[in-house]
């Protein structure tokens, strides 16, 4: 048993000790005196570059990271401009961003929500970034998405190819101008079509989020449209590593075409596993047995080897395009590393500039006159085409390109042959299509 | 005071001050100076600290004094969070159903699994926990109870956030959109600017602080008392209490339960500070981290796991944060071939080699200090005390034997 003794003084020790600890915070609710989040009032600017350097789909945020940095390179006069050169609007000129030098900190994601939103919170808080570029896994990028809008500060998206990013999920605060799942799907459909005709029967593993649900959901509309036959969808966690338990049920499925809603490090493990599994050279209901990849990207294609040989998919941009703006960038990203550039590395790339631009269009780094300045943005010479930024949901229209693993690579960059240029106007939607449907944008938030 | 012993009360207050003080002292680097990266006074990482700080002294209560080692008590922390993150969207952003609701729902859910699972003790409890916990992340990954109810529970990988259109019954037109305690909103701040120094003052970390500290306080009253005793009894000894004719079972229930309602305390509390929770919270790798986090800090000692958490948390977000250029910039006087070789030697160690770090610093505790950091602490004050310990006459009482 205890005995407690009250004194008077100690009583009114404790109970002021209280009082003072309870009242400490309330003394200090004043907001300071900023117009906006962060507001740069030296010679510089920082960015923030929250990009996954574990876990995953790593390859893609380090790749991701070179991008940024040679970015910012080309956006304080250092190197030769890169697409700056054939960028359509001409307000930047590697002096900075209005006269400010442009610098960055990094952080690493390791493709999970939680640590991804420490690490924009750390920019934010700590180190006063007025922008946060990256996201490689559209949980995390919607994720730090909406942290960024109540923080009050721009999110640059980089490669994030859920519908929800700009669908439901879509934030004033946030642009996104990687494509997105229902974009592959309407540019895949018309070449399945005419690759594999309309009689198949598909059998979808996806990986269990965001991304993979609405991509799945996408390419299903697509190939049931044109006449295939889903035979089941499987859900498999991400970074799974192993996936031949999820592969050797397709062997006596009935199925004749695998589609593989997987990114990064899974779409290379489970396709080197669907290929060891004899899928490839397999014949079902009288056809070949096709495996196809929805989303694709060069480091990937690296990652299989010779697993994608003659496997169809889709991409956002590709260093081998023709244009000006192409060989612009993959000139100054190889002069510096080596080789060429992903399209992870294009997009986080193209959105720095994007961003730059924006500001020293609107003559200030508030957000709201930034998302002004960004929304129904057209422009050109980034690679992609003619762009338009539009300006109901944040999402960027271009051109996609159809892809396919090539059959007799020359070299060891060279994995993937451009198929078709899939026309913009085929891959447009109405910004309340049923697939985006229940977003709401809110109103720009500048913080402060 | 308090009905605390002296030395108890010393070291209550010691901790009373440095969360009170926690922004300025963590922020000894001017903004804009080389250093500024190791400091970690902002709100974000503070809050970190001590809701952490909370998880770990919960931990504590069953690891430190009963010796159950529970692997799974993430889980706890991730029910906590998907509770309050509920409270938010069905009723207000008002934080205080949501931060009661966690603590209810986690203490209902420790109820079950400690009743379960402590049927086992040493290796095979460990492993039923873990079990449990993974069973959990399971159904919360895949969203199994959103698939067999319709709609959305735990809304996997992307995580469960607050849209917009979400019902909100208690929430009037005037109300903050961002989690608050009655209109004091958790994310605002105030900043004092002195010098070259900038220290942030946010509601948010100072309300986080105030429930680590009365989390603290109950945990000392927990430690003092015949209950904790008790508990202590079970970790030496347990057929020995059965012999005396003491049921241990319903001590070592009540210890799992008031640490599992810490855990969803601190899983509240995150909600809270960030409303957002997703299923890899109570990934298995997360009720690991806890466990380090006791065994670093020094388990069974009241100041110890609160160490360990803000060390490895300190690690997390900050090691994490350094990159090369960061490196060349602290090397830049050298001459370039040297401060080349010292950035290469040091790259495998920061940013994504963060972990490596930790390993190695957790590798040098347990192998030198086996204590924690605690211990490491005593012997640096036995350092400097020894003649006056060689003074004193060797004291009359015995200790117990473990």
Redesign the interface.
Same mark, same amino acid.
């Given at each position: 048993? @205890?005995r =407690?003794n009250y004194s008077r003084r100690?009583v009114l020790k =404790?109970g002021g000790?209280t009082a003072t600890?309870?009242a400490?915070? @309330? +003394?200090? @609710?004043?907001? &300071?005196a900023s117009a906006f989040t962060n507001e740069p009032t /030296?010679s510089s600017v920082k960015f923030g570059f929250n990009v996954p350097?574990?876990g995953p789909y790593?390859e893609e945020g380090l790749d991701e990271l070179r991008a940024q940095e040679l970015a910012v390179e080309h956006l304080n006069g250092i190197g030769d401009g890169g697409m700056l050169n054939t960028f359509s609007s001409k307000a930047l000129d590697g002096t900075g961003i209005l006269g400010k030098q442009v610098e960055f %900190? =990094? /952080? $690493?994601t390791q493709t #999970? &929500?939680? %640590?991804a939103?420490?690490?924009a919170?750390?920019m934010i808080? #700590?180190d006063g970034c007025i922008m946060i570029n990256g996201g490689s896994s559209? /949980?995390v990028a +919607?994720?730090v998405q909406?942290?960024c809008q109540?923080?009050g500060v721009i999110f640059m998206a980089g490669l994030t190819h859920s519908n $929800?990013t700009t669908g #439901?999920d879509r934030k004033r605060n946030g642009f996104r101008h990687f494509f997105n799942g229902y974009m592959s799907g309407a540019a895949l459909g018309p070449v399945l079509q005419g690759a594999y005709g309309t009689e198949r029967r598909a059998y979808h593993l996806t990986a $269990?989020? =965001?991304w993979g649900w609405t991509q799945q959901e996408s390419i299903q509309a697509v190939t049931e449209a044109m006449g295939w036959e889903t035979v089941q969808n499987v859900?498999t966690? %991400?970074g799974a590593g192993d996936f031949s338990s999820y592969i050797a049920p397709v062997l006596n499925s009935g199925a004749d075409v695998l589609i593989l809603n997987h990114y990064g490090g899974d779409m290379v493990n489970s396709l080197t596993q669907a290929v060891q599994f004899g899928l490839k050279d397999k014949e079902v209901n009288g056809k070949n047995f096709e495996i196809i990849v929805p989303l694709y990207s060069e480091l990937m294609a690296a990652g299989a080897g010779s697993n994608i040989q003659g496997v169809y998919g889709s991409m956002n941009w590709n260093w081998q395009l023709p244009d000006a703006g192409t060989a612009a960038f993959v000139r100054s990203f190889g002069e510096k590393y080596g080789f060429p550039p992903s399209g992870a590395a294009h997009t986080c790339y193209v959105q720095t500039l994007l961003y730059a631009d924006a500001v020293t269009r609107a003559g200030s780094f508030n957000p709201c006159a930034v998302v002004e300045a960004l929304e129904g943005f057209e422009f050109d010479g980034m690679g992609n085409g003619p762009v338009l930024y539009r300006a109901e949901d944040h999402q960027c229209f271009k051109d996609v390109l159809v892809m396919k693993g090539t059959e007799n690579p020359t070299n060891q960059y060279d994995t993937l042959e451009i198929v078709e240029v899939t026309p913009r106007a085929q891959v447009e939607y109405a910004e309340d299509h049923p697939m985006f449907a229940?977003g $709401?944008l809110?109103e720009c938030n500048p913080g402060a | 005071m308090l009905g605390l012993n002296s030395k108890d009360f010393t070291l209550f207050l010691v901790v009373v001050v440095l969360v009170i003080a926690a922004p300025i002292l963590l922020n000894p680097f001017p903004s804009d100076s080389a250093f500024a990266q190791f400091n970690a006074g902002y709100p974000a990482l503070m809050q970190r600290f001590v809701i952490f700080g909370i998880l770990v002294i919960g931990f504590n209560i069953l690891f430190g004094l009963t010796g159950y080692l529970s692997f799974g008590h993430a889980a706890f922390l991730g029910v906590g969070s998907f509770a309050a993150v509920w409270m938010f969207k069905l009723l207000s952003y008002n934080i205080v159903p949501a931060v009661l609701l966690s603590v209810i729902v986690a203490g209902l859910f420790s109820v079950v699994i400690g009743y379960v699972s402590l049927r086992r003790s040493g290796i095979y409890f460990s492993i039923l926990t873990l079990a449990f916990a993974q069973m959990m992340y399971a159904i919360a990954y895949s969203d199994l109870l959103g698939k067999f109810f319709g709609g959305i529970v735990t809304n996997g990988e992307t995580g469960l956030q607050v849209y917009n259109d979400d019902p909100q019954i208690l929430m009037s037109p005037g109300d903050p959109t961002v989690p608050h305690l009655f209109g004091w909103e958790m994310n605002s701040s105030f900043t004092w600017d002195v010098g070259g120094w900038s220290f942030v003052f946010q509601n948010g970390y100072y309300l986080s602080g105030i429930l680590m500290l009365a989390s603290f306080y109950l945990a000392i009253r927990i430690f003092r008392s015949p209950f904790g005793l008790m508990l202590r009894a079970i970790k030496s000894n347990q057929n020995r209490l059965a012999y005396t004719g003491v049921s241990s079972r319903p001590y070592a229930l009540a210890a799992f339960v008031i640490s599992g309602m810490y855990a969803g305390l601190a899983g509240g509390l995150l909600a809270a500070m960030d409303p957002l929770t997703g299923a890899e919270r109570m990934f298995w790798t997360a009720s690991g981290e806890i466990v380090i986090m006791s065994i670093l800090g020094g388990v069974g000692t009241l100041i110890g796991p609160i160490l360990g958490a803000g060390v490895i948390k300190y690690m997390e977000n900050i090691v994490s944060t350094i990159n090369d250029n960061v490196v060349h910039g602290w090397f830049a006087f050298m001459p370039d071939g040297i401060e080349n070789i010292l950035v290469t030697v040091i790259h495998p160690f920061i940013g994504k080699g963060w972990h490596l770090t930790l390993g190695l610093v957790f590798m040098a505790v347990v192998i030198f200090l086996p204590g924690g950091l605690v211990e490491g602490g005593q012997r640096l004050g036995r350092l400097f005390e020894r003649r006056k310990v060689e003074e004193k006459p060797p004291t009359a009482t015995t200790e117990p034997a473990e």
């Amino acid at each position: 048993m @205890t005995r =407690t003794n009250y004194s008077r003084r100690g009583v009114l020790k =404790t109970g002021g000790l209280t009082a003072t600890g309870l009242a400490m915070p @309330t +003394i200090f @609710t004043a907001s &300071s005196a900023s117009a906006f989040t962060n507001e740069p009032t /030296g010679s510089s600017v920082k960015f923030g570059f929250n990009v996954p350097q574990t876990g995953p789909y790593a390859e893609e945020g380090l790749d991701e990271l070179r991008a940024q940095e040679l970015a910012v390179e080309h956006l304080n006069g250092i190197g030769d401009g890169g697409m700056l050169n054939t960028f359509s609007s001409k307000a930047l000129d590697g002096t900075g961003i209005l006269g400010k030098q442009v610098e960055f %900190v =990094t /952080g $690493d994601t390791q493709t #999970k &929500s939680d %640590v991804a939103r420490a690490s924009a919170q750390s920019m934010i808080q #700590k180190d006063g970034c007025i922008m946060i570029n990256g996201g490689s896994s559209s /949980g995390v990028a +919607i994720a730090v998405q909406g942290l960024c809008q109540e923080a009050g500060v721009i999110f640059m998206a980089g490669l994030t190819h859920s519908n $929800d990013t700009t669908g #439901k999920d879509r934030k004033r605060n946030g642009f996104r101008h990687f494509f997105n799942g229902y974009m592959s799907g309407a540019a895949l459909g018309p070449v399945l079509q005419g690759a594999y005709g309309t009689e198949r029967r598909a059998y979808h593993l996806t990986a $269990d989020y =965001t991304w993979g649900w609405t991509q799945q959901e996408s390419i299903q509309a697509v190939t049931e449209a044109m006449g295939w036959e889903t035979v089941q969808n499987v859900l498999t966690p %991400v970074g799974a590593g192993d996936f031949s338990s999820y592969i050797a049920p397709v062997l006596n499925s009935g199925a004749d075409v695998l589609i593989l809603n997987h990114y990064g490090g899974d779409m290379v493990n489970s396709l080197t596993q669907a290929v060891q599994f004899g899928l490839k050279d397999k014949e079902v209901n009288g056809k070949n047995f096709e495996i196809i990849v929805p989303l694709y990207s060069e480091l990937m294609a690296a990652g299989a080897g010779s697993n994608i040989q003659g496997v169809y998919g889709s991409m956002n941009w590709n260093w081998q395009l023709p244009d000006a703006g192409t060989a612009a960038f993959v000139r100054s990203f190889g002069e510096k590393y080596g080789f060429p550039p992903s399209g992870a590395a294009h997009t986080c790339y193209v959105q720095t500039l994007l961003y730059a631009d924006a500001v020293t269009r609107a003559g200030s780094f508030n957000p709201c006159a930034v998302v002004e300045a960004l929304e129904g943005f057209e422009f050109d010479g980034m690679g992609n085409g003619p762009v338009l930024y539009r300006a109901e949901d944040h999402q960027c229209f271009k051109d996609v390109l159809v892809m396919k693993g090539t059959e007799n690579p020359t070299n060891q960059y060279d994995t993937l042959e451009i198929v078709e240029v899939t026309p913009r106007a085929q891959v447009e939607y109405a910004e309340d299509h049923p697939m985006f449907a229940g977003g $709401d944008l809110g109103e720009c938030n500048p913080g402060a | 005071m308090l009905g605390l012993n002296s030395k108890d009360f010393t070291l209550f207050l010691v901790v009373v001050v440095l969360v009170i003080a926690a922004p300025i002292l963590l922020n000894p680097f001017p903004s804009d100076s080389a250093f500024a990266q190791f400091n970690a006074g902002y709100p974000a990482l503070m809050q970190r600290f001590v809701i952490f700080g909370i998880l770990v002294i919960g931990f504590n209560i069953l690891f430190g004094l009963t010796g159950y080692l529970s692997f799974g008590h993430a889980a706890f922390l991730g029910v906590g969070s998907f509770a309050a993150v509920w409270m938010f969207k069905l009723l207000s952003y008002n934080i205080v159903p949501a931060v009661l609701l966690s603590v209810i729902v986690a203490g209902l859910f420790s109820v079950v699994i400690g009743y379960v699972s402590l049927r086992r003790s040493g290796i095979y409890f460990s492993i039923l926990t873990l079990a449990f916990a993974q069973m959990m992340y399971a159904i919360a990954y895949s969203d199994l109870l959103g698939k067999f109810f319709g709609g959305i529970v735990t809304n996997g990988e992307t995580g469960l956030q607050v849209y917009n259109d979400d019902p909100q019954i208690l929430m009037s037109p005037g109300d903050p959109t961002v989690p608050h305690l009655f209109g004091w909103e958790m994310n605002s701040s105030f900043t004092w600017d002195v010098g070259g120094w900038s220290f942030v003052f946010q509601n948010g970390y100072y309300l986080s602080g105030i429930l680590m500290l009365a989390s603290f306080y109950l945990a000392i009253r927990i430690f003092r008392s015949p209950f904790g005793l008790m508990l202590r009894a079970i970790k030496s000894n347990q057929n020995r209490l059965a012999y005396t004719g003491v049921s241990s079972r319903p001590y070592a229930l009540a210890a799992f339960v008031i640490s599992g309602m810490y855990a969803g305390l601190a899983g509240g509390l995150l909600a809270a500070m960030d409303p957002l929770t997703g299923a890899e919270r109570m990934f298995w790798t997360a009720s690991g981290e806890i466990v380090i986090m006791s065994i670093l800090g020094g388990v069974g000692t009241l100041i110890g796991p609160i160490l360990g958490a803000g060390v490895i948390k300190y690690m997390e977000n900050i090691v994490s944060t350094i990159n090369d250029n960061v490196v060349h910039g602290w090397f830049a006087f050298m001459p370039d071939g040297i401060e080349n070789i010292l950035v290469t030697v040091i790259h495998p160690f920061i940013g994504k080699g963060w972990h490596l770090t930790l390993g190695l610093v957790f590798m040098a505790v347990v192998i030198f200090l086996p204590g924690g950091l605690v211990e490491g602490g005593q012997r640096l004050g036995r350092l400097f005390e020894r003649r006056k310990v060689e003074e004193k006459p060797p004291t009359a009482t015995t200790e117990p034997a473990e």
